[in-house]
């Protein structure tokens, strides 16, 4: 059933970024990076489940460091790491963001990215055994870190406003993984906590960044400056949401970012450094992005060009920032 599910929510997202993206041409591309990137992972479960029936008993499997269970873990792992995305299966996740519309975007960002989450505590977790779960423990990590940094670095360096949240939830959710992989019971909480509270605050971003894309037809991150001169409750909004995205206090990301570096220094503390170190990344692109949106000179427009949020609007972004407080 889950196997039935899991390749089903593809056919939605698909047609949201093929049929209603973009009016360019690349939506066709982006869309079908998705569906190859997702049929891979699919396949992948597949397989480890025609096996496990074909075998009878997954016991006999997983009971020992036999080559079937390492197979077996292998195979379950990537067709969860496809759907977080963890590196370097990510490729399409900006691809997908950028040329699909708000709504896609929100979906994305907000639901589909769970279900690696979902897949890697509900089965991969309780399928096998401790030994093999912490044969992988230390190539699984590393995969979080460079996801981490990577996604944080690449953050960074963006022009593209919505690319730059979906290189910003790579990290996000690499960091989620990387506390399931501590194997402790906070890490695997405050990995909860952090993939709900990243729903919120990445469906918030990019509808946001859809408002402001529709108003000005443009998403580029150079175009905008001192928007909080003419656009105040959005541009509030944005502040305050992007400061809930690097785990500001008060928050719904400060508790499990917290609860994460914790789980962190009890169980993994050699990785602690490089760890501290892509939050700040991280951190460092938001805070980025919204002062260059926010504060500075008023570009391109004149002064009566800008319209701020209407009252729906508004509303959606005060519900979700009651969630996220």
Known sequence: MFLLFFEAAAIPVFAM???AGSARRERIKAAYYFIMFTAY????????????????RMEDYIGSMMAGAVTFW????????????LFPTHIWLPYAHVEASTTASIVLASLLLKLGGYGILKFLLPAFNCDIHIFFQSGALLICLIGLIYGGLCALRQADIK??????SVAHMSFAVLGIFTYTEAGAKGSLYLMVSHGLTAAALFFMAGALSDRHHTRSVFA???????MPTLIAFFIYISLANIGFPGTSGFVPELILIVA?????LYIL??????MFISAAAALLLMLRIAFGHIKGYSRFQFADATRIESFVLGVLGVCIL
């Open 17 to 19: 970024i093929a049929f």
């Open 41 to 56: 992972g699919s396949v992948s479960m597949l397989l480890t489940l025609l096996s496990v029936f074909s075998a009878q």
């Open 74 to 85: 292998l195979l379950l792992f990537v067709a969860f790491a496809v759907k977080v995305p």
């Open 163 to 168: 690319r730059q949240i979906a290189f910003s």
């Open 224 to 230: 905008y400056g001192g928007l909080i001169q003419v």
């Open 264 to 268: 962190t220094i009890s169980t993994t």
């Open 273 to 278: 450094a490089p760890v501290m170190f892509g």
